[in-house]
């Protein structure tokens, strides 16, 4: 059980583009889920915080206008990085979990962008 | 406040031979506390937590961990290392629900299994 599924796990885009990312729960309802970034051999840096139906929380420094957030059901969650630049190139990963307490977080794969 | 710290950036052990990966953590709160593991190009994957019942906790794939107030720590162990444990081991604290979503992430160990 507590399965989450990023989609895609890779995807390579051009400079100016916009990218999509999914993120679902598949057998639990997931009241709140999380975007990371993690750079190589680095631990994860929290992008924001979404809970199903309110506006997302984003961590000081991650630009609300480039990385936007929808979470519009219990069991899907979507960043969308709008104009990547390189620089965005990175390994982006999501979590959820319930809200009760002491329940885990539940990773999905990863997705693996680069902006060329 | 929370924090948590993973005291060994990396770990190289031979194969068959015990694992020690060190974590200790702060907290103002009764913690819960969990270790994770990623495998290159993947997502973190639950080994174990702990969440205030017995302090030691076993996992997935034979790791086992203690939770030890009075030491403020909480390793990570397995009696004999195998070639798949080789990967990045995260060391999570966390807060009490109602204090929000608050999960705090060691920077990571990184396990060699030498053959």
């Known amino acids: 059980g507590a399965v989450v599924s990023q989609h895609p796990s890779w995807v390579i885009c051009k400079s100016g583009t916009s990218v999509k990312i999914e993120c679902r729960s598949l057998d639990f309802q997931a009241t709140t889920m999380f975007w990371y970034r993690q750079f190589p051999k680095q631990s994860l840096m929290l992008m924001a915080t979404?809970?199903?139906?309110?506006?997302?929380?984003?961590e000081q420094g991650v630009e609300k206008d480039k990385f936007l957030i929808n979470h519009a059901s219990l069991t899907l969650s979507t960043l969308t990085v709008t104009s990547a630049h390189p620089e965005d190139s990175s390994f982006y990963i999501c979590s959820a979990r319930v809200w009760q307490d002491n329940s885990p977080l539940h990773f999905g794969n990863g997705t693996r962008l680069t902006v060329t | 406040a929370q924090s948590v710290t993973q005291l060994d950036s990396h770990v190289s052990v031979s194969e068959g031979t015990p694992v020690l990966l060190r974590c200790n953590y702060s907290?103002?709160?009764?913690?819960?506390l969990f270790w994770y593991v990623q495998h290159p190009n993947k997502g973190l994957q639950l080994l174990l937590k702990y969440t205030s019942a017995a302090t030691l906790v076993k996992g997935i794939n034979g790791f086992e961990a203690e939770f030890k107030k009075s030491e403020t720590s909480f390793h990570l162990t397995k009696p004999s290392a195998h070639m798949s444990d080789a990967a990045e081991y995260f060391c999570?604290?966390?807060?009490?629900?109602?204090?929000?979503?608050?999960?705090?992430f060691g920077t990571g160990t990184s396990l060699t299994v030498i053959p």
């Open positions: 907290s103002s709160y009764s913690p819960s």
């Open positions: 999570v604290v966390s807060g009490r629900a109602n204090t929000g979503n608050q999960f705090y």
């Open positions: 979404s809970n199903e139906g309110s506006k997302a929380t984003y």
